[in-house]
């Protein structure tokens, strides 16, 4: 018994077998977590290198060098990048996405072991980072706060930061812009002076004072005592009357040569948002959790953590990432529904049966469903990859049951009992059902093997295509035959309604297939001008695409509502100018976005050591950064690019700002960023490469297609360095390390001893009051002990000058680089700025040792284009022999092949014609046409073919096939061109990440099906054609022979024989 | 109905010698239609007490006339069954009329009957 018929014998059996698929599909669809894109593997090692004292050349030589050699040896390495700088070297290795990053971690260890031995001995052992995506925090929340200010880092310590790292999945939870409390003691430079203390005795002193000591324990008749000294201070203003030592025999008080300030740390970040100071709390979650579960989690503790904290305090969002995802996912779930409706609708037109488009409407969502069950059994997600595809399949997974559903329906009109009528109908079907399943499987199976970024993408799409193709085509061969023979009847009198309703549209239809066959009943009598006209049109949108210029980008800007603004003021720049400046921008901001600001926050100074956030990104007095987030893109007329420019029009007018970052999407990124240009400057002259690199700023900004450029390089950094004598040293007995100890002492203060409060620990600070260390003359005269317990002066031993520390050098590949990024301006091409980008570098006069290159984006682009170009035609080679295995026959592929062309001029109008660009996501669209185009052409040839085969002639077959045809090449073309019709109009959140994908498909389908009609019974004529002649020619060849032979018997044959003898 | 009836021929086969000539009349009816009808075909035998029938279920042919070849190929993809069944005289007529209303009530699918004598049986 086959499928089929099993499946119709056994309703029950089938339905409950795909009951329980749909039961396994909707459980596995309500675990499914909801994100953005598919998981990205990391693909980043770094690897950094400690080597105290040694400048950035020493440090680039001695030990980024070294390693770089080494580990560029490791498999799968994309690129090597460095960052040398004083101290410490950064080697950064990028990887080809999809390999195993534990295995590349081991084999990078392997290699760091054996470099070991050839780094310099002073320099610590290498230590190994992975990167990963996960570091970017998902949820940035805000406290304002009036007099808690002070107590904002305790109070949101215990009553914000730790409830929320005790949620299942948080990483860490990190609090910025609220100091921490430190006990600052300041000396006055003068009188330590005066009483001829150092401040190491006082530290000391007061370290000393500061301690609670066990003394044992002691036995009191029959019971035992532990004994305890408390000397720690329970007031920091106890400190007041510690003796640090004496004076002309009489004692010397802290008090009498410092102050005492319970304040808070003098280096920190301060937060402002909307206006008011405030913190920021920022949570990232841990490696592998769903983003939007802990978002969730996170808005809904809100209320509960607010009710714990002064009334003063308030919390609120800056930027809560899941937003986004959510918004994205909701409004892409709302095109498919839509998708769906419309299907729904096509083949209610088409079909002209309540009970057929029933049992489609029935077994769209089944296939859609039971992909849910692979995506839960892999680790997937809700994403933009997952959901695209589900709603291209929308329009492929009704054309098998159509099919099946015409043929069986055909079968009852002739006469036959349902049940039979389905069981045959399905069996003569079924081997092109499964053929053009085939085809959509040839085209998306390969989408599983493309490697690189795009391969990660691609990936989740073509399982999850074959998947549902294989469903579909298993539930068109089971499950609609059994539900045809169910619900399927011979119509015997329709109802007066339907008669008015489906009346015009059954007469419209009849008139589209009579106009057609008079269209193709001339195209085959004037083959050639069809297929030269058709070749034309080819010719023709290439021209097009020639002069309109179609733009290309590698991923469509991502509306995330969200935006960062690093800021830098020229370096050294106190922190209040700082405040005034981004004070002033947050003002004009609020005030002009009001309407669609959801929150505005910036944060100025210098982050502490221990802010796990603020170290990954720059901070210092100079630096501003912003947090802006708007309100979901449907909400708002102006498009995140659009605001963007506009805010960086208003940085251009701060004559202040040395350089300004506006970045869309709150990061740098390659994928969902706004198009930058990235152009490599490579050489070993550093001043060399930074005036190419300034010369091309320049001429960047003098475009008006470049919304922004930056230069990686970072300006010179001041710093006034102290050099002391060697010999005025010895004479001192001082060693060169005791002496710089001492004077870091006085500026950053010594940490000897810490304040207890309730369970908590205090940094105590000492050091020399803010006055006394802010110039050059205030360093030369700070007093440092001396080998005898004497204090001398600094300028005695030494001299202070001003100076500058050389930028980092970074290198990428093993050379010397900087990076010129151009940010286009909104609606603009990231291909017009490369071209540019190369335009104006050609013009430029750049030394014989300097190489520019273009990279970033451009560069994965160029990567994906080759990726996807070599798909295409795998592809392509893949169709074409399942086609030639269907048909046994090589000429009719070929026709089929060739009519791929059409679909590629229906891409190009349509992108010209809406002036959007081409990116991955179209391209996507294009590969996936090949499958959708080559199906039309089957389903023609294969019944002219089928028409020649019961005897009709050439010309005769070609245009009752085409006829016969028509309707269902127009309902599957409409199913998948309707289908994604909401996905190209639509204006929802994130619509511009899959519009792309939209457009290209419905364009290069409809010029495709149009085109094919017309082409294909033409093409098929005219090959049929050379075929007959060919036939003849043979025959007539033959019948001459035979002639020949009969004639010539005899001679012929004494020649046989005489071979013979 | 027809149990008791079956059971009676088997007691006779088993009891009488085979005759080789043919006393009482019978008639060989080939049925030869449409996939689809196997049902209704079987249905029309039952209804009228012909219990004996040997059925091909995949034949190839075609109408002498107007009849669609069914030949299960990629051009002609329906095929027929056949069924072969010797009634006897007076049982002809009423199975070639239902089997011509059957016919008659889809003719898209194709039904015929042919009657010929049975000459001898074992």
């Known amino acids: 018994m086959s499928l089929y018929e099993g499946a119709v014998r056994r309703p029950i059996m089938t339905s409950l077998c795909f009951l329980a698929i749909i039961i396994l599909g909707v459980f596995s669809a309500t675990k499914l977590p909801i994100d953005l894109m598919p998981d990205i593997d990391t693909n980043t090692i770094m690897i950094m290198t400690y080597y105290n004292g040694a400048s950035a050349n020493d440090i680039e030589n001695n030990v980024t060098r070294p390693l770089e050699n080494v580990l560029n040896s490791v498999e799968h390495l994309k690129h090597i990048t460095s960052n040398s700088r004083e101290n410490v070297s950064v080697v950064t290795l990028e990887f080809e996405y999809g390999y195993d990053i534990d295995a590349l971690t081991n084999d990078v260890r392997d290699k760091l072991d054996m470099v070991q031995n050839s780094l310099p001995n002073d320099a610590n052992q290498p230590i190994l980072f992975k990167f990963s995506t996960d570091m970017i925090p998902i949820i940035l929340m805000s406290a304002q706060a009036d007099e808690s200010q002070k107590a904002l880092y305790k109070i949101l310590d215990e009553n914000v930061a730790n409830p929320l790292a005790r949620i299942d999945g948080v990483g860490s939870v990190s609090i910025s812009g609220a100091p921490e409390r430190e006990i600052n003691i300041y000396m006055d430079a003068n009188k330590m002076e005066a009483y001829g203390l150092s401040a190491a005795q006082i530290s000391s002193a007061i370290a000393a004072e500061n301690q609670n000591i066990t003394g044992g324990t002691m036995d009191v008749g029959t019971q035992t005592y532990t004994v305890r000294v408390e000397g720690e201070f329970s007031d920091p203003q106890e400190m007041r009357n510690v003796i640090v030592g004496s004076h002309n025999g009489a004692f010397v008080y802290l008090k009498d040569v410092a102050r005492i300030v319970d304040d808070v740390e003098e280096r920190a970040q301060r937060t402002f948002t909307n206006g008011v100071q405030g913190a920021m709390i920022i949570v990232q979650k841990q490696s592998g959790a769903n983003s939007v579960a802990i978002s969730n989690k996170v808005i809904d503790m809100m209320p509960t953590l607010q009710k714990n904290l002064p009334s003063d305090v308030k919390l609120g969002i800056i930027v809560n990432t899941s937003d986004n995802i959510i918004n994205t996912v909701n409004s892409l779930t709302e095109t498919i529904a839509y998708a769906m409706l419309f299907v729904i609708i096509v083949v209610f037109i088409f079909l002209g049966r309540w009970r057929a488009t029933l049992i489609i409407g029935i077994t769209i969502p089944m296939s859609l469903i039971a992909s849910f069950i692979y995506l839960y059994a892999t680790g997937g997600s809700f994403n933009i990859i997952s959901l695209s595809c589900l709603s291209i399949a929308i329009g492929s997974v009704v054309d098998d049951a159509i099919v099946v559903l015409e043929n069986v329906t055909t079968h009852i009109e002739r006469g036959s009992d349902p049940k039979q009528a389905a069981i045959h109908a399905t069996n003569e079907v079924a081997v092109s059902v499964i053929a053009s399943t085939l085809t959509m499987i040839a085209v998306f199976f390969p989408l599983t093997m493309v490697s690189g970024m795009t391969g990660v993408l691609f990936k989740q799409l073509g399982w999850m295509m074959c998947i549902i193709m294989t469903i579909s085509t298993t539930s068109a061969l089971s499950f609609t035959p059994m539900l045809c023979s169910q619900m399927l009847r011979l119509q015997k009198k329709q109802s007066k309604l339907f008669k008015k309703v489906y009346g015009p549209i059954q007469r419209m239809l009849d008139g589209l297939d009579n106009w057609y066959e008079r269209r193709i009943s001339w195209s085959v009598r004037h083959r050639w001008t069809v297929i030269v006209g058709s070749f034309l049109f080819f010719a023709l949108s290439i021209v097009v695409m020639k002069l309109a210029g179609v733009k290309s980008e590698f991923f469509p800007a991502n509306d995330s509502a969200r935006v960062g603004v690093t800021l830098e003021l020229p370096i050294g720049t106190r922190v209040e100018k700082a405040e005034v400046i981004a004070k002033q921008l947050a003002d004009m901001w609020m005030e002009r976005y009001g309407h669609i600001l959801q929150a505005c926050n910036f944060t100025i100074g210098q982050a502490g050591d221990n802010n796990t956030f603020a170290s990954l990104r720059s901070s210092g007095s100079h630096i501003i950064s912003f947090n802006v987030s708007f309100c979901p893109s449907n909400e708002r007329s102006e498009g995140l690019a659009q605001l963007c420019d506009e805010m960086r029009a208003d940085c251009k007018a701060i004559p202040e700002l040395a350089k300004y970052n506006v970045m869309l999407g709150g990061q740098q990124s390659s994928m969902g960023g706004q198009q930058t240009a990235t152009f490599e400057i490579y050489g070993y002259d550093m001043d060399a490469t930074y005036d190419v690199a300034v010369e091309l700023q320049k001429r960047f900004q003098e475009s008006d297609i470049v919304a922004q450029t930056m230069i990686s390089r970072s300006d010179y950094e001041p710093e006034l360095v102290i050099n002391f004598d060697r010999e005025k040293l010895a004479q001192q007995g001082l060693g060169m390390s005791a002496a710089a100890a001492s004077v870091r002492n006085l500026i950053t203060g010594s940490l000897m001893s810490y304040y207890r409060e309730d369970g908590e620990e205090y940094d105590i600070k000492v050091r020399y009051d803010v006055e006394s260390r802010s110039s050059v003359e205030d360093i030369e005269n700070m007093l440092i002990p001396n080998g005898m317990g004497h204090n001398i002066k600094i300028r005695d031993i030494a001299t202070v000058s001003e100076s500058s520390i050389p930028p980092t050098i970074e290198r990428k590949d093993r050379q010397r680089i900087v990076t010129v990024n151009a940010v286009m301006k909104d609606g603009e091409a990231l291909s017009d700025g490369v071209e540019l980008g190369n335009r104006l570098i050609e013009e430029m006069d750049i030394p014989n040792d300097v190489i520019v290159q273009v990279a970033g984006s451009y560069e994965d682009q160029q990567d994906s284009n080759r990726d996807l170009g070599t798909l295409a035609i795998l592809i392509i080679i893949l169709v074409f022999i399942v086609m030639a295995a269907q048909f046994e026959s090589l000429t009719y592929p070929f026709i089929i092949i060739i009519s791929i062309i059409f679909a590629l001029s229906g891409i190009i109008f349509a992108l010209v014609f809406t002036g959007v660009s081409i990116n991955v996501m179209s391209m996507l669209g294009g590969v996936m046409l090949i499958g959708i185009v080559v199906k039309n052409g089957i389903v023609l040839i294969d019944y002219t073919r089928l028409m020649r085969e019961r005897g009709y002639g050439l010309i005769r077959s070609a245009t009752v096939a085409a006829r016969s045809r028509l309707r269902p090449i127009l309902m599957t073309s409409l199913t998948t061109i309707l289908g994604m019709v909401p996905m190209a109009v639509s204006h929802g959140v994130g619509a511009e990440m899959w519009r792309p994908l939209g457009i290209s498909v419905i364009g290069g389908l409809t010029v495709s099906t149009l085109l094919t009609l017309v082409y294909v019974p033409s093409m098929f004529c005219i090959f049929g054609g050379v075929g007959i002649s060919n036939q003849r020619r043979q025959l007539r060849k033959k019948r001459e022979l035979n002639a020949y032979w009969k004639e010539n018997k005899e001679k012929e044959m004494k020649f046989i024989a005489d071979d013979e003898e | ?122």
Not at chain 2, 66 to 81: D, L, R, T, V
């Open chain 2, 1 to 122: 109905m027809t149990l008791p009836r079956a059971s009676h021929d088997q007691i006779n086969s088993e009891t009488r010698t085979p005759t080789y000539s043919n006393k009482k009349t019978m008639k060989a009816i080939m049925i030869s239609f449409d996939q689809a009808h196997y049902e209704n075909v079987l249905a029309v035998l039952d209804r009228s007490n012909a219990r004996g029938f040997t059925m091909m279920e995949q034949t190839q042919g075609r109408g002498s006339k107007s009849g669609e070849p069914h030949y299960g190929s990629h051009a002609w993809p329906s095929m027929c069954s056949t069924v072969i069944t010797i009634v006897e005289d007076q049982q002809v007529d009423p199975i070639l009329k239902r089997l011509h209303e059957l016919d008659l009530d889809s003719q898209m699918l194709g039904l015929r009957a042919f009657v010929w004598n049975v000459e001898q049986t074992i």
